[in-house]
């Protein structure tokens, strides 16, 4: 299948032809400002599948190990970007509906920094930062040249 989406403007567009690897709301304070919004909602893509059919969007180093992309004309969000992944926000598909899959590494990260009155009702599994072994491997990955 093929995912297809971009920023408010057109100017910024994206496909790609992956599998999503995982679908996560994050609440740490960084992606909220990046967002506007009190979570952000990402799909995690290997780096490198994602090509840029228009414009690529311009980039920002939040922190040593994310570059965190939007739309220089209008600001949209497009995502952050990794060594080994790109994650594309959800709300900047074409088709956000069409990208629920029932996987294991969907899940909510960053919940120690959540807006208390901010309640999102899922089953989906819940972490004070990342699930279990994905801080070392952000920190083994941390400081290496970004790909996606």
């Known amino acids: 299948m093929t995912w297809t ?3 408010l403007c057109g100017g910024v567009r994206y496909e790609v032809e992956a599998d999503p690897m995982w679908i996560s709301h994050c ?3 960084i992606c909220r400002k990046q967002t506007g919004a009190l979570v952000g909602t990402y ?6 599948s994602v090509r840029w059919a228009a414009a690529e969007p311009a980039r920002y180093r939040s922190s040593k190990e994310v570059e965190r992309s939007f739309c220089s004309k209008c600001g949209g969000t497009i995502g952050f970007h ?4 790109t994650s594309l926000t959800a709300g900047s598909f074409d ?7 029932e996987g294991e590494d969907n899940d909510h990260v960053w919940c120690q920094e959540r807006v208390s009155w901010f309640h999102v009702s899922d089953d ?10 994905r ?9 290496n040249p970004i790909r996606g």
């Open 5 to 7: 989406g971009g920023c």
């Open 124 to 133: 989906w599994p819940r972490h004070d930062r990342f699930p279990p072994g």
């Open 27 to 29: 609440y740490c304070s």
């Open 95 to 101: 088709d956000p509906g069409g990208l629920m899959f």
């Open 43 to 48: 799909v995690g893509f290997p780096a490198g």
């Open 135 to 143: 801080n070392e491997e952000l920190e083994d990955l941390s400081g």
């Open 82 to 85: 990794r060594v080994h992944e």
